[in-house]
């Protein structure tokens, strides 16, 4: 007959909790992206991934980052390094004011102070949108747009321009930067760190952990 022992022994372990069981094995990360755009010199601040012991781990920030990137734009345009990257492509086919322009926007949607939302649309208008522009995109509608739409600023005023740059970007320069020189070689060193003997040493380790 099995008989169930009882143990008020601090000593005598006990089996963890049905949510002990759920969490093992998924290490915290703590992200950190850039918290606005600056157009002189682009992000003001990078991701910063650590493991679950507080150490940097600059490896698993890259491992396996252009399959993410490969996987949609959306996932490229969440990577700080996947925007480096694309930027550093636009830029040599004369295009990088869309994603300027694209970030830009995304950092403007955040804000909630007026009068920064209107500097911050004037400087928008007067870099990518106006007539005199310094990097002007090709939007529709562009024509019609002026300084009026400056003076009641709101977080979507520029949306609809935005989804044309975006899927302006998704349908062509995108799709060219998956088979650039540039992705390639960034996706062969990824391969290559991977298969490097400390990359499998670790991840050896890492199994066993889990396992344990």
């Known amino acids: 007959m099995l008989r ?14 049905v949510s002990a069981f ?9 992200v950190d992206f850039w918290s606005a755009w600056n157009f002189s010199g682009g992000p003001q601040s990078m991701e910063h ?4 012991d507080g150490s940097s781990s600059s490896s698993h920030q890259s491992l396996k980052s252009t399959a993410k990137w490969a996987a949609s ?8 390094e996947g925007v480096k990257r694309f930027r550093e492509f636009l830029k040599k086919e004369f295009s990088e004011e869309n994603v300027l322009f694209w ?9 909630q102070d007026k009068t920064q939302m209107q500097e911050k649309a004037k400087e928008i208008y007067m870099t990518f949108l106006s007539s005199k522009a310094s990097s002007q995109v090709n939007v529709e509608g562009q024509s019609r747009l002026n300084e009026k739409i400056l003076e009641e600023p709101h977080p979507l005023m520029f949306q609809k321009l935005q989804d ?18 540039l992705f390639l070689k960034h996706k062969r060193t990824e391969e290559e760190e991977e298969d490097s ?6 991840a050896k380790r890492a199994s066993r952990i889990y396992n344990t």
């Open 4 to 17: 169930l022992v009882f143990s008020s022994d601090p000593r005598v372990l006990r089996s963890p909790p």
């Open 22 to 30: 759920l969490t093992q094995g998924v290490s915290g990360k703590a």
């Open 49 to 52: 991934i650590h493991d679950s």
């Open 73 to 80: 734009l959306e996932n490229l345009l969440e990577d700080p």
């Open 103 to 111: 970030l830009a926007c995304e950092d403007f949607k955040k804000m």
């Open 164 to 181: 044309q740059i975006f899927n302006l970007m998704k349908y062509d320069s995108y799709s060219r930067f998956l088979k650039s020189d």
């Open 197 to 202: 003997p400390d990359a499998q040493t670790a």
